[in-house]
């Protein structure tokens, strides 16, 4: 008859078997056992999905990774490519801290501007502060390091002009960096109907270069663009504004005609830019720069963006202003072509069913809006041999207008 003891069944065939010897022998054939039946199901579920997965290859693996990392977007050569892949395929448990906004004008920004102090604000972020103000590091000048102050902080608030190189050696090598385009037309009205009614301001190149092409009289776009054409170079302060102003800020040569050098260097911002975001598709765009910051829904509470216009957005229907305006923004033309087509292979890799259900929650935090004062970092203050030497940065490149604090006057050609 068999006995239990101590877990091990012992049985009794004639003579009295040894029990710790079977409690050994019987451990042994379970395991094996176990084992075998564990390798046997195992295969069966193997062969059972690959015979699923061949009948219909467009099924993904039960156990399949989801595509989050971001495949389509080359990793500069500056930066480690395992730490950045590490860094973009892992859940957000710790908000990025360490970031660049390259701010273009006429695109959102003030909208920008509200989200970015809540998240900075957060966290006790500090940013580049604007000298003179609103600009930084020698705007309209590529953004130089030495007229960044502190060095090596957030930029946020101000308008900086991109330099890739000068950036990576000024700032953290995990710094992110992102900006926002929008459509060229749309910027360009944008623009020719906000600068020039800027008289109570400051600073004297608001009024750059609409008042030197213009000559103080009125005009409608087309007129506008007519004269532009012939009249916007590198010699005019401020032409930037009204000739391929987005992909200047972003580090372009605004008069760069060359089409293959243009798809070259827009490339290069490709691999540089850790996202380009489009004002058309804002709530897109801010789900993906949540995504790339590891900040929460509560900074995107605020978020509201109108579209306040106080002019008509008339549409380029007449041939001869269409080509002019083409002529003066044909990199931004070929810049948003560019990033519209690769936002959406962004969209596809963060997936399209997660996109659909963050912007449903987005949209209930519109509804939830919280009040959100835009702190400014404080006014620095420079030696005169520094201050000397900003201002003839700015003013060898396109910015003799500027600088009030030097009570210069406006410059009229």
């Known amino acids: 008859m068999p006995i239990f003891t101590n877990g091990c069944l ?15 022998i019987s451990f ?80 959102g920004s003030t909208t920008m501007k509200r989200i970015l102090n809540k998240f900075m604000n957060q966290h006790n972020v500090s ?45 953290h090598p995990d710094t992110r960096y992102f900006t926002i385009i929008r459509k060229p037309w749309d910027n360009f009205l944008s623009s020719y109907n906000y600068f020039p009614k800027r008289t109570k301001r400051t600073f004297h190149c608001d009024q750059m270069p609409s008042i030197y092409v213009n000559q103080g009289a009125e005009a409608d776009t087309a007129q506008f663009l007519s004269k532009a054409v012939f009249l916007l170079n590198s010699s005019v302060p401020f032409y930037f504004r009204y000739r391929n102003s987005q992909s200047y800020d972003l580090g372009f040569d605004s008069m760069l005609d060359d089409e293959k050098e243009i798809k070259r260097q ?82 596809d890799a963060y997936g399209r069913d997660k996109m659909a259900k963050d912007l449903e929650i987005l949209r209930h935090k519109q509804n939830k809006p919280s009040a959100v004062k835009i702190r400014l970092p404080p006014d620095v203050i420079i030696n005169s041999s520094l201050k000397a030497e900003l201002q003839n940065y700015m003013y060898e490149n396109h910015g003799k207008c500027m600088l009030p604090d030097w009570k210069e006057p406006m410059y009229i050609p």
């Not at 059972?48 to 989050?68: G, V």
């Not at 940013?127 to 590529?142: I, L, N």
């Open 127 to 171: 940013q580049t502060a604007g000298f003179p103000r609103f600009m930084v590091g020698g705007y309209p000048g590529r953004f130089k390091c030495k007229f960044s102050f502190p060095k090596g902080s957030a930029i946020s608030v101000f308008h900086t002009r991109f330099d890739a190189d000068e950036m990576k050696r000024c700032f």
């Open 10 to 24: 012992t049985v009794f065939v004639g003579t009295t078997m040894n029990r710790p010897g079977l409690c050994r």
């Open 28 to 107: 042994s054939i379970s395991a094996f056992l176990t084992l075998a039946a564990m390798f046997w199901l195992n295969s069966l579920l193997i062969t059972t999905t690959k015979q699923e997965f061949d009948a219909d290859p467009n099924k993904k693996m039960i156990h399949e990774k989801p595509l989050f990392q971001l495949i389509e977007f080359p990793v500069s050569q500056h930066e480690n490519i395992t730490s950045v892949i590490q860094l973009e395929d892992k859940q957000c448990f710790k908000p990025i801290l360490k970031f660049v906004y390259v701010k273009t004008h006429k695109t």
């Open 266 to 347: 827009i490339r290069e911002l490709d691999k540089n830019m850790n996202l380009v975001m489009l004002l058309e598709y804002l709530e897109e765009s801010l789900i993906l720069l949540k995504d790339l910051l590891c900040c929460d829904w509560d900074v995107l509470s605020n978020f509201a963006h109108g579209h306040k216009k106080s002019y008509n957005r008339k549409s380029l229907s007449d041939e001869q202003e269409k080509k002019n305006f083409q002529q003066l923004y044909n990199i931004d033309i070929a810049l948003y072509d560019y990033f519209n087509k690769t936002f959406w292979k962004r969209v």
